[in-house]
């Protein structure tokens, strides 16, 4: 028997009351909260509003394209995953910020302020939990 | 004038200690705290603080505070464990502060300890770090300390003009420091070249632009004013501290990746509190975990301007001679970086310099120091001010 010596880690996709933003990934969808009080969008999506602290939040669709706002290009990874990973923080056209991978271009190929399109993929924990997740493609 | 006395300062040397146990490391720590102090027994502490950032995954032990109360053979009033990641040491010295201020304790143990190379491979090592960074909406994805920091880099390069060689600069100066230090876990002088060689780890950081994970523990005794002369002749005073938290955890909910937002505002409150301004600081220990986050540091602190910290680094403003030595310890970067102590290693630093105790070509003629610990990217934040 193989010990793992740090145990792994996944999304808690199942225990968790945005459940409905991991199920709407299956549909290509990526959603997020907005408060209805006070309209704070923020991601990630929450229950409970962060700043006004209403619980009257509603599921938005956010926007497919955004801005490359900065990104890196991991080569030491830890257990589990195969480096290089390209990854960006994504402004979208409405302000909110997202992490993922850039699937489609290198570190040399980018650059502040170049344009993403929102694409997903199916990921996998360790031949163990999988899930459809949001990732960053160059146009 | 401050209340609070640092009156012993004690630490291992950093690096892969595969002979040692995190007890034992934290023993010698400690040992060598009590010997640098006058008059103190083991059963004089009344306070202990424990700072140490994962020993629940490291070494499979929780209730680490008992733990390590029955090795380093202390009883005390107040007691407990601290963990804010990479800021745990400096939290761990606020509290001890925190403790002795109130009147709670008279003599208090600071002690910080992480022992990592008990994981039998890097990645593992890694993957444990990655521990202290949000698991489903970042670690899930590989996340690991490296690419938080090397986001920033690429922001503040592509906004500021800081270039790779700014980087390196730091690295090089903060090595030159260590190769004084016996202490730090790398005393090999380095070139520029040398770090702009280095494998890529994060791009655009590199191997040399990112301090190692590293054994060791550190101590610091901290006693009331009033008492401080029973144990030394020359006791540091803590002059004021500063401690922010921002609720930006996740890379992508900073709202500015080209500063340490958090740190201005803990700069400010410490600056505030010890009467001073920046050019007023004679000597800093900063949190360059990674080169690029020393020059957001020194701009952070006002030490120079916003988006200038890499002109600052190349006109030698940060080596001895110019306006402010950094790192005169080795900094993360070359002396290590063993999570929980770092923040206590720092304050012992500062002790050594502001006593006059630092060897020839590190030592630095002061009467204030300063020290900033950070955890998270940047968003926790501590600062902590010292006088002679």
Redesign the interface.
Known sequence: MKIM????????FEQTAIKKFWDSLKEGKLLTTKCSECGKTE??PKIVC?SCYSDKMEWIELPKRGRI?????????????KPP?T?A??ELENGV?????VVNAR?EDL??GDVVEIDFQE?N?YDYKKHP?FVFRKV | MSDVAIVGAGTTKYGKHLDKSATDLAQLAVKEAIESAENISIDDFDGFVLSSQNPEILQKQGNSVNHFSEFLGIKAKFATRVEGACVSGSMGLITGYMAVKSGLVDLCLVVGVEKCYELPSSSDIMAAFSYVIDRDWEAAFGSNAPMGFAMFATRHMSIYGTKEEHLAMVAVKNRKFASKNPKAHFQKPITIEDVLNSRPISKPLKLLDCCPVSDGASAIILTRRELAKNYTDTPVYIKGIGQFLINENVISSISDLTEFTALKIAAREAYKRAKIEPKDVDVAEVHDCFTIAEILEIEALGFCNKGEGGKFVEEGETDLGGKIPVNTGGGLLSRGHPIGATGICQAGIIFEQLRGEAPKGRAVDAEIGLTQNLGGWGTSQAVIIYSR
């Open positions: 010596e740090v145990p792994p880690r996944y999304p808690n991601f990630p962060t706002y900065s990104f890196t290009e991991m080569h030491v990874v830890p257990t589990g995953f990973l990854v923080v994504v910020r997202l992490f993922s991978y570190f650059k502040v990921m924990w997740y």
